[in-house]
Structure formats: structure tokens, C-alpha cells
């Protein structure tokens, strides 16, 4: 079992930036890929960011040229670096975590970004 716990979001305004975070604890060991993806209301979750424990990055385009993800495998965290945020990035964030298992969510870390 891996848990995952997000951090990092708040209230913003257009054109801020947030840094968030994901520790994974438990069954660690062999997670491979991590990600994050987000959720508006009424909307369904999307894929934003992904990254490979060698250190392969994919992103959407809506997000490309303003957010970042990285990792720390000694930290077992991984990070979503979010620039020149935009209104419509409002959702819950969500990250998660891929083993031999399956995939594992954390419980989400929300980001509203005012006009």
C-alpha cells in the first residue's frame, strides 16, 4: 500500500505561481511513475503532468511552458511547480503513484486562482 499526501495549494491570483507537494510513505519501494492530474466541478480529471523514476517528464498541452514537475527519490516526493496560473487551472490537484500493484491517489490539495 502507498500513501500519498498532497500540499502546497491555496488561493491565487491570475499570473501567481504555487509549488506543490506530494510525499509517498508505505510500500515505497517500488513506485515507478508519478504524476498529477486535476479536477474542476463538473468536469472530468485530467491528466497534467507525469514524471518516470529516471527522471522522463510528459505534460498536457495546456500546461506546457508554465508548470514543472520534478522529483526527489530520496524524499519519495514529487513536485508540480504551477507559473502564470490562470483562472481556468482552478481544480482539485491530485497526485499519484504507480507500482507493480496498481495506482494510488492521494486525497487532493485545492487551487482556485482568482481573476
Known amino acids: 500500500q502507498v500513501q500519498l499526501v498532497e500540499s502546497g495549494g491555496g488561493l491565487v491570483q491570475a499570473g501567481g505561481s504555487l509549488r506543490l507537494s506530494c510525499a509517498a510513505s508505505?510500500?515505497?519501494?517500488?513506485?515507478?511513475?508519478m504524476g498529477w492530474s486535476r479536477q474542476a466541478p463538473g468536469k472530468q480529471r485530467e491528466l497534467v503532468a507525469r514524471i518516470t523514476n529516471g527522471g522522463s517528464t510528459n505534460y498536457v498541452d495546456f500546461v506546457k511552458g508554465r508548470f514543472t514537475i520534478s522529483r526527489d527519490n530520496a524524499r519519495n516526493t514529487v513536485y508540480l511547480q504551477m507559473n502564470s496560473l490562470k483562472p481556468e487551472d482552478t481544480a482539485v490537484y491530485y497526485c499519484n503513484a504507480n507500482n507493480y500493484r496498481g495506482t494510488y491517489w492521494g486525497q487532493g490539495t485545492q487551487v482556485t486562482v482568482s481573476s
Open positions: 508505505g510500500s515505497i519501494f517500488s513506485i515507478s511513475t
